[in-house]
């Protein structure tokens, strides 16, 4: 891409993400008086001087570090999520869409399985979502974690409908407990999986689909 190119797709990558951000303030705010989200979005606005990898962490950690992606349509997707450590974003992936029970139309919420085994009838349950983690570290330091309602059954999932799927030669028992405040109670309903078998290497398309 040319200096001139970049510099016209810039402004207009600028002007439709600022607006995106605008109207997620618009709406915290009307929803949510007293949260902080807001005013931390400014921090994710694009500006002029900005860089073409500035530009792409700001779109990246708003539609999916702060979740609006979530509530879109489709066809933004789960997204091969780029795992660490590097080097290496090319590791078969599943990423799992999930829904709260009482947000038809939004409250989406993606889970992802490093290493995917390939299984295309992944069978995978509902859960209720909460403040209480669990996390597995994977052979190459990569994890998979889970927030539901106890410690127990955060674990209880990851082993039953999670770990199950990765590459046995990849898999461990090394789990931890962790907790995060302030995260809704939800019951929360698989909708699809999407297969990434090159990770984040080769564009954001799957090369398969299930649904639930």
Avoid: C
Avoid at 24 to 31: F, S, T, V
Avoid at 67 to 77: D, H, L, T, V, Y
Avoid at 154 to 180: C, D, G, M, P
Wanted: proline share 6%; no cysteine.
């Amino acid at each position: 891409m040319s200096k001139y190119d970049f510099d016209k797709f810039s402004k207009f990558q600028r002007r439709v993400h600022n607006l995106q951000i605008k109207k997620a303030q618009i709406k915290l705010r009307k929803e949510k008086p007293k949260s902080r989200i807001p005013a931390l979005l400014n921090e994710l606005k694009i500006k002029d001087s900005d860089t073409a990898q500035l530009i792409m962490n700001k779109v990246l950690s708003f539609w999916f570090t702060f979740g609006f992606g979530k509530s879109q349509a489709e066809a933004i997707a789960s997204f091969p999520l780029i795992w660490e450590p590097q080097p290496g974003n090319d590791i078969p992936q599943l990423a799992i869409v999930f829904r709260a029970e009482n947000k038809p139309r939004s409250g989406n919420y993606t889970i992802y399985i490093p290493h995917y085994n390939g299984n295309k009838k992944p069978d995978i349950s509902q859960y209720t979502k909460g403040q209480y983690g669990a996390t597995v570290e994977l052979k190459d330091k990569r994890r998979i974690t889970i927030y539901s309602n106890s410690h127990e059954n955060a674990e209880k999932f990851i082993r039953s409908n999670l770990l199950k799927y990765v590459s046995s030669k990849f898999k461990t028992n090394n789990f931890q407990h962790i907790f995060r405040k302030n995260i809704q109670i939800n019951r929360m309903i698989p909708l699809r999986a999407d297969y990434y078998p090159n990770g984040s290497n080769k564009g954001i398309n799957p090369l398969w689909r299930h649904y639930f």
